[in-house]
């Protein structure tokens, strides 16, 4: 686990998961937890976890920026 930035510059460092999910047709089909602080990280190992598991093709990746 790592930790998160304190974002109100009080000296606090919060331990933090980062999450990733895939869905299909509204349902959740796949989760992932990760212990890396960047979300930047996580995606590419996500999705290539997610092809081997389901061996298709992904349509469309919805990402935020960070």
Known sequence: ?????????????????????????????DIEGFSNPADVRTLIPFTSNLLEKYGSKIERIVADSG
């Open 1 to 29: 686990m790592k930790l998160k930035d304190d974002h109100m510059k009080n000296g606090q460092l919060k331990p933090a998961y980062n999450i990733q999910c895939a869905t299909n047709g509204g349902y959740i089909i």
